[in-house]
């Protein structure tokens, strides 16, 4: 079954093509890294697929409806690149930031019930920082700070997670420690789509790499059969 089906899809700034009639899909179960030169639009990418941007020619399907028409968020959830990037004096606590997560199928207005704070448990405990619930998100590490929002995506039970850059900013140990976290949320059945540098850290939980190239285009492949050159061969190749 695809989760994500992506046609023909092109992207434009005023200024700059992006994507050029990029195709792909995405099937449950996977875990696909995007990669790519800087450049190449793997953060415009997701903002298509969200429907932040709208692309310039070419359709993007999440569980079988257009990009822009789907309402279900439930079933996907985001972390950004900037997730971890706020005041460190900012009062809120793990709980409070992971309860966010539960907004788009509440609403802001309705009061938390037992079920909704045993969701952010849960999620907390299968990231590993139940234990630091009550503390303020500022003050946690990078890789610590990462699990709240993996948590916060966590909360609402998605089946597929789209992640930027998430382990930018963090040690080399923590950004192993969230590569694995990663690769048994997706062993548990979450389809996992993730814009990373971090090639050699993530390759082994995958099972496809989309490369994307400076002309705008795109390959899917096998996460077998990656190497390091790839990248740089598919921009010489594409040239």
Do not use: W
Not at 4 to 24: A, C, G, N, Q, T
Not at 102 to 118: R, T, V
Not at 156 to 164: A, C, K, M, N, R
């Amino acid at each position: 079954m695809n989760i994500l089906e992506v046609r023909d899809l092109s992207f434009s700034y005023p200024d700059k093509s992006i994507l050029h009639r990029l195709s792909f899909n995405v099937e449950k179960g996977d875990f696909v890294c995007v990669v790519g030169t800087n450049g190449t639009g793997k953060s415009t990418l997701l903002k298509l697929i969200l429907n932040i941007l709208q692309p310039t020619e070419g359709e993007i399907r999440l569980f079988d409806k257009r990009a822009d028409k789907f309402r279900d968020y439930s079933k996907i959830a985001y972390v950004s690149q900037k997730a971890t990037s706020f005041n460190r004096d900012f009062p809120a606590t793990v709980e409070e930031i992971v309860s966010l997560g539960l907004y788009s199928a509440k609403g802001f207005l309705k009061p938390y019930s037992a079920s909704d704070k045993e969701k952010v448990k849960a999620a907390l405990e299968r990231v590993g920082i139940y234990d630091y619930r009550k503390s303020r998100v500022g003050r946690l590490s990078g890789g610590q700070q990462q699990r709240v929002f993996i948590a916060k995506a966590l909360v609402s039970s998605p089946e597929i997670i789209f992640l930027d850059e998430p382990t930018v900013g963090i040690d080399i140990t923590a950004v192993d420690s969230i590569c694995c976290l990663l690769g048994e949320l997706n062993k548990s059945g979450i389809t996992i789509l993730m814009v990373t540098h971090d090639i050699s850290s993530i390759l082994y939980h995958s099972n496809k790499v989309l490369v994307l190239s400076e002309d705008g285009s795109g390959e899917i492949m096998p996460s077998e059969e990656f190497n390091s050159h790839t990248i740089l061969n598919h921009v010489h190749h594409k040239h």
